[in-house]
């Protein structure tokens, strides 16, 4: 696996991780209506344009195609963690969030936050990150909730 920046070239392929992620892996966790809407938030191509522009945002590589995307906005807000449904358990989420972390320390921050799915959040508590409050999204009418969760740096949990 190797990580590199993200590139304007990259959007599709990260878009369509992000929405096989969704799929397979939120199910549990979120009906059909609100995945729908989740994977049709993630075609917007300005938006695409945007984070790749104003955020530190990476990729990881596998087999000659992308298994994993991060970004880090301002230096404190990780907007995005997602791993290719066929790459997880293999150590690419740590990888990536790391690589955030560290970008967000070599900045001169000391939290980080971030606003997690229910199906990520046992990832992000296992980091350090605490619950703050749920959020409640309505988004063409369908409620999604997440967890706006802060992680204080020093408190950050090392994992390899």
């Not at 880090?72 to 290719?84: K, R, S």
């Not at 606003?115 to 605490?130: D, L, W």
């Not at 959020?135 to 950050?156: C, G, Q, S, W």
Request: proline content about 1%; some cysteine.
């Amino acid at each position: 696996m190797r990580v590199r920046r993200a590139l304007a070239q990259d959007i599709s392929e990260i878009q369509g991780l992000i929405a096989g992620t969704i799929e397979s892996t939120c199910k549990d966790d979120y009906d059909r209506k609100q995945l729908d809407v989740w994977v049709s938030s993630i075609k917007n191509k300005r938006r695409w344009n945007s984070v790749l522009e104003k955020q530190f945002a990476l990729v990881a590589t596998a087999d000659d195609k992308i298994v994993g995307f991060a970004s880090l906005e301002n230096g404190e807000y990780l907007d995005f963690l997602y791993v290719h449904k066929d790459y997880l358990r293999q150590g690419i989420a740590n990888k990536l969030y790391e690589e955030l972390k560290t970008e967000s320390e070599r900045l001169g921050h000391n939290t980080m936050t971030s606003n997690v799915s229910k199906t990520a959040r046992s990832f992000f508590e296992c980091k350090g990150f605490k619950v703050i409050h749920e959020n409640k999204h309505v988004i063409d009418a369908v409620e999604i909730n997440n967890f706006h969760m802060v992680l204080r740096i020093p408190d950050a949990i090392k994992t390899g």
